[in-house]
């Protein structure tokens, strides 16, 4: 059940791009999609944390959850949803799976974790992926601003083992987003153009909320009970995998054969991070604290 669980919970991560897209094609841009996403999944959680009785958050923790909520939320929400726009959701995904090996790069520079040669080889197969699908030819529209969202999404996506890490392993999920996502959605706010919404938008808002994060999230954190969170990782490994598929299928999105290559490095660099003999174990994107 634990592998079906997290299955299931990267596949509907999976198809957050080509949803985001869907509602961009009925006129709503993409940071009020994160903004909505943020705002409702707020609602979403915050039920959850009163319904199993954990909204207690220490005075002292404040200043901590409003920061993640600013980077966590408000830019990872926003780089990620502008990362779809300017490249499509299938270059977006993979952009984003560079995380852990900015993870690596960020513990090794601040919180004094060893960068061993195993670590150093996973690393270098990431960038070195990076640099082969931005440089594709093929039918993915790889910009320079395509690349600078998604690295971007991958990076604010990284404070989240750091902020995990160091702050909240108190916490459960629902606790620690009760509180974020509402600041998260206030930091977007300001950059927000609001537009009228037919019902297709709606559909597509409310699918990724409730299905794309809440869902996810929930599930996610179902299969880590059966699961060691290294497996858990590599399992959610299909997530830019189902996402490539469903943006071919849907929206006729396609790397070259340079950018397939560039792609199943990221990947390997991924599987070979979190395969990795220490008992820390960067986590994959998406995979919050709790």
């Known amino acids: 059940m634990g592998y079906l669980y997290v299955l299931a919970a990267a596949c509907l991560w999976g198809l957050l791009g080509v949803v985001s897209r869907f509602a961009f094609e009925q006129g709503v841009g993409p940071l009020e999609v994160a903004f909505w996403r943020a705002a409702l999944g707020a609602v979403?959680?915050?039920?959850?944390?009163?319904?199993?009785?954990?909204?207690?958050?220490?005075?002292?923790?404040?200043?901590?959850?409003l920061g993640f909520g600013l980077v966590g939320i408000s830019l990872f929400y926003g780089a990620y949803q502008l990362a779809i726009e300017?490249?499509?959701?299938?270059?977006?995904?993979?952009?984003?799976?560079?995380?852990?090996?900015?993870?690596?790069?960020?513990?090794w520079l601040f919180l004094r974790e060893p960068m061993d040669a195993h670590k150093l080889l996973a690393v270098a197969l990431t960038l070195l992926g990076v640099?082969?699908?931005?440089?594709?030819?093929?039918?993915?529209?790889?910009?320079?601003?395509?690349?600078?969202?998604?690295?971007?999404?991958?990076?604010?996506?990284a404070t989240y083992y750091l902020f995990g890490k160091l702050y909240l392993s108190k916490y459960t999920t629902p606790t620690v987003f009760l509180y974020a996502l509402?600041?998260?959605?206030?930091?977007?706010?300001?950059?927000?153009?609001?537009?009228?919404?037919?019902?297709?938008?709606?559909a597509a808002i409310a699918f990724l909320t409730v299905a794309s994060t809440f869902f996810?999230?929930?599930?996610?954190?179902?299969?880590?009970?059966?699961?060691?969170?290294?497996?858990?990782?590599?399992v959610a490994t299909i997530e830019p995998v189902v996402a490539a598929f469903a943006a071919w299928l849907w929206w006729g999105e396609r790397f070259s054969l340079l950018g397939y290559l560039g792609a199943g490095l990221?990947?390997?660099?991924?599987v070979w991070m979190v395969l990795r003999p220490q008992t820390a174990v960067a986590p994959s994107p998406h995979q919050s604290t709790g």
């Not at 319904?51 to 002292?60: G, N, P, V």
């Open 266 to 270: 990221v990947l390997a660099g991924v």
């Open 216 to 234: 996810a999230v929930t599930l996610y954190f179902a299969g880590l009970r059966h699961l060691e969170a290294t497996r858990a990782s590599v």
């Open 182 to 202: 509402p600041v998260g959605a206030l930091g977007l706010l300001p950059f927000v153009d609001f537009v009228p919404k037919n019902a297709e938008a709606w």
């Open 131 to 157: 640099a082969l699908v931005s440089l594709q030819g093929g039918g993915a529209r790889v910009t320079l601003a395509a690349v600078f969202w998604g690295l971007l999404s991958a990076l604010t996506y």
């Open 44 to 65: 979403l959680f915050g039920a959850q944390a009163v319904l199993i009785q954990k909204i207690r958050l220490e005075r002292a923790d404040a200043g901590a959850v």
């Open 86 to 107: 300017s490249g499509g959701a299938a270059l977006a995904a993979v952009l984003l799976y560079t995380a852990p090996a900015i993870v690596a790069l960020l513990s």
